[in-house]
Nanobody, 119 residues
Framework: VELVESGGALVQPGGSLRLSCAAS????????MRWTRQPPGKERELVAV????????NYVDSVKGRFTISRDNAKNTMYLQMNSLKPEDTAVYFC?????????????WGQGTQVTVSS
């Protein structure tokens, strides 16, 4: 199982970014996927979840109306469109999933991508 995030950058407040998570090594279309972030000096925080088919999406209150999670199962890729970015969105963003491996459910994480919102 491999998850590789990309798209992080330095952006001004009010700006936009799109993060991508390329997945491999498991049947991507069968699993819910998550975006989680870790602000500097703080605990990791679940940002958004998307169902295996993409029909169900949930967000933490602080990003509702600004962020959109999506996926392309044909490309084994998940996305996070982030608009109206705020300094408090500064964090390392990770994609992750609980994947059945050798009969056990295990959580896999990508290496993360840095998003910095600053003027």
């Amino acid at each position: 199982v491999e998850l590789v995030e990309s798209g992080g950058a330095l952006v001004q407040p009010g700006g936009s970014l799109r993060l991508s998570c390329a997945a491999s090594g498991f049947p991507f279309s069968s699993y819910h996927m998550r975006w989680t972030r870790q602000p500097p000096g703080k605990e990791r925080e679940l940002v958004a979840v998307i169902s295996s088919t993409g029909n169900i999406k949930n967000y933490v209150d602080s990003v509702k109306g600004r962020f959109t999670i999506s996926r392309d199962n044909a490309k084994n890729t998940m996305y996070l469109q982030m608009n109206s970015l705020k300094p408090e969105d500064t964090a390392v963003y990770f994609c992750n999933a609980d994947v059945l491996t050798s009969g056990n459910l295990r959580t896999y994480w990508g290496q993360g991508t840095q998003v910095t919102v600053s003027s």
